[in-house]
């Protein structure tokens, strides 16, 4: 048995971030000790790892706990209610990594257009820029 700062340290992280995981329903302590303590197994050791595992790799709150809704009954689920659930994710990344690109392309742009020199601010085009320009106007032509 694991007491809250014992677990926390295995894992490398804090003891608030177990309670919040508990508050969310991800982790439970198997028991509590007469002091009022709590007390993880080695179940719940496994389970804080697979949570772990599951944020570093960009899922949320609520996506974890659906995968782990299908690991504990995982002989009454199939692969493809996860294979769906990670091909949603994956959608959603790459519309983030596109509108990041577009972002970037139109920074690049925004910081080409300037001189960046000792100039008063008066004239500068990149206030120009943001102050007239729709956000499409800034995108490069190869985009629209």
Known sequence: MFRIGELANRHGINTDTLRFYEKHGLLQPSARQDNGYRAYNQADDQRLAFILRAKSVGFSLGEIAELLSIEVDKANRVCSDVKELVDEKLVKVSEKI????????????????????????????????????????MQPSYSK
């Open 98 to 137: 596109a509108e990041l690109e577009r972002f970037r392309q139109s920074l690049q742009i925004l910081s080409d257009g300037c001189c960046g020199g000792p100039h008063s601010a008066e004239h500068c085009t990149i206030l120009q820029a943001l102050e007239s320009f729709e956000p499409d106007d």
